[in-house]
């Protein structure tokens, strides 16, 4: 009887947790953590487990990894090496506005792999709604290839979203396994998306006249963006250095960590300082997740969920695949993302055995939780920052109901593109 309880008080916590956190006027981190201390409370004396057990259940390395991405970013941004980058790409475009399309909108899609959709979006949609401007051309076909493909990006490393993070370090993914498992999706994937926007939306542009290239070459330069050329050097050699390390190393957050501390010594960077201004609101977040999914595998609510799911779930992988594919991908559209993937992983654990999920369940994940996201606005962040800047720079064309009907059809095909490559990737890759 009292099971029962302790069942249904994290369950209702968990989604009172989910509608808070798309208001973004409401503390939903404050009410996380108490809703998690209450689970805790609750279940630890219904079945007699001491808080510190409770603690056994949060996952501390995904944690030190995005605290020390986030300084690794934040140090580098200072720099403003990926400002410079974009700037560069306009001299090297030498303006012509397609060109410039297809070049920008690749560079996001590989940045957004290595760091978060939303610091994509932060420096890359001003620069490029600017830069338009100056051309007299409507910025709103580079924002829509900017929220298809940054998206795109982020399914390619293990480290780009703290989604990966978490599905990663479950099911022990490394860097190798992201390049062996989606180059022949992400690379296709990012081109057709490109050749589509173009089609339906760019070429019906005019270009710009040759003056206006002119003067975006002359106030646009990316040598203007380099305030201390030493520091801009060394720190683009750091963070190239830390990617490196991810590839060659097993153990990214150790990566991550030692990459942070360093660059902010050379950087002569306080860490705590630095430590402060960095996001910890997701790290509050996660841990306060952890906690109330913790008690979800103690009471029993993961079992009788994945009993449910498990009956959807057929003993064929690939259909099994595409069902997980097609589950987590309209969740993670109205749902977060962080915790759909973190049910997701409890889900798939207890339905097959920790270290028994077949790969291309988890290959499916990994694309429904990135991919999935599009279907609405609001289901992924980047596509929010890049709503708000469209309506604080005026871009008409790319509001809410447009964005919403176009990247509906866009995550459409993608999903579509993307259950023919895992029916595929089973038959040649068994």
Known sequence: MYEIVSIILSVVLFIIIMIIFTNKRVDYVAFTILSAVIACVITGGIFSISFTE???????????????????????????????????????????????????????????????????????????????????INPAPYLFGLSFTINIGSIYTPFSSSENILIANAFSLDFSYFIINFSLIVIPTLIYTLFLVDHFMLRKQEPPPEDYKLILLDIMDPNIVIANKKKFVLNSILFVGVIIGFIIIPEAYIVAVVGAVIMCIVNRKDFTEILLKTDLKVIAFFIGIFLLLGTMQINGTFTIIGDFVGSFISDNELIAAITVLMMISVLSAFLAQIPTALVFITLMQNIYGIGQVPNLVIMAMLLGINIGSNFLPQGAACDLITLNLAEKHGVSDFNYKSLLKYGSMMTLVHIGVSILYLTLFSLFFP
């Open 54 to 136: 409770f603690l056994t259940y949060i996952e501390f390395e995904p944690l030190f990894f995005i605290i020390s991405m986030q300084i690794i970013v934040a140090i580098t941004e200072e720099s403003r090496i990926f400002r410079w980058v974009v700037l560069k790409t306009l001299h090297w475009t030498k303006a012509d506005h397609r060109k410039f399309f297809f070049l920008i909108c690749i560079i996001a899609s590989m940045t957004s792999a290595i760091v978060s959709d939303i610091t994509v979006g932060i420096i890359f949609v001003p620069l490029v709604i600017r830069a338009c401007k100056i051309l007299k």
